[in-house]
T-cell receptor
Framework: GQSLEQPSEVTAGEGAIVQINCTYQ??????LSWYQQHDGGAPTFLSY????GLEETGRFSSFLSRSDSYGYLLLQELQMKDSASYFC?????????FGKGTMLLVSP | DVKVTQSSRYLVKRTGEKVFLECVQD?????MFWYRQDPGLGLRLIYF???????EKGDIPEGYSVSREKKERFSLILESASTNQTSMYLC??????????????FGEGSRLTVL
């Protein structure tokens, strides 16, 4: 089976830095993806890590450690528009298995 | 602008009705997926298809079937809708090499209520 664990909710203030952790237990693991979903909207792709280490895309960075079956999404210089749900997903050969999501609340 | 389009944004059906959810993508993607999303449960894979007329069960296929007669279109069918199928249904697509990118393209979702 496949399972991913991530916190259900995280709160931070504007301008702050927040880290959303994800641990996984999956078979046939290719990599770890992150998605953002605003309330009422479609999930949108943020990043993908196939190799260990940090990938940076603007204010967002994602990290993977295969040996620890662990990854995280780092959001810097938080803005109100970053309030959304964030999902980690393990990528297999042809499918993705998603975690239950972390709701990020950014306060003024 | 690349797009995955789901035919109905909101549907209300009665228990026992047959329900069709349609999804069309314009990116010439090989893979298409149906997920359902419920509060606290995240996205769960119902069925996916990696080619025309091909289908594979996901994690929760019971009560559902799918059809892929054309590459761009993937339909989800509820043969006899039940109240526990009230949910948000999300269609997605990807290229065959999505294992190298982890990127799915999602539609806006179809919110189904079964009374």
């Amino acid at each position: 089976g496949q399972s991913l664990e991530q916190p259900s909710e995280v709160t931070a203030g504007e301008g702050a830095i927040v880290q959303i952790n994800c641990t996984y237990q999956t078979s046939g693991f290719y990599g770890l993806s992150w998605y953002q979903q605003h309330d009422g909207g479609a999930p949108t792709f943020l990043s993908y890590n196939a190799l260990d280490g940090l990938e940076e895309t603007g204010r967002f960075s994602s990290f993977l450690s295969r040996s620890d079956s662990y990854g995280y999404l780092l959001l810097q210089e938080l803005q109100m528009k970053d309030s959304a749900s964030y999902f980690c997903a393990s990528t297999g050969y042809s499918t993705l298995t998603f975690g239950k999501g972390t709701m990020l609340l950014v306060s003024p | 602008d690349v797009k995955v389009t789901q035919s109905s944004r909101y549907l209300v059906k009665r228990t026992g009705e047959k329900v069709f959810l349609e999804c069309v993508q314009d990116m010439d993607h090989e893979n298409m997926f149906w997920y359902r999303q419920d509060p606290g449960l995240g996205l769960r894979l119902i069925y996916f298809s990696y080619d025309v007329k091909m289908k594979e069960k996901g994690d929760i296929p019971e009560g559902y079937s799918v059809s892929r007669e054309k590459k761009e279109r993937f339909s989800l069918i509820l043969e006899s809708a039940s109240t526990n199928q009230t949910s948000m249904y999300l269609c997605a697509s990807s290229h065959t090499d999505s294992s190298n990118t982890g990127e799915l393209f999602f539609g806006e979702g179809s919110r189904l209520t079964v009374l």
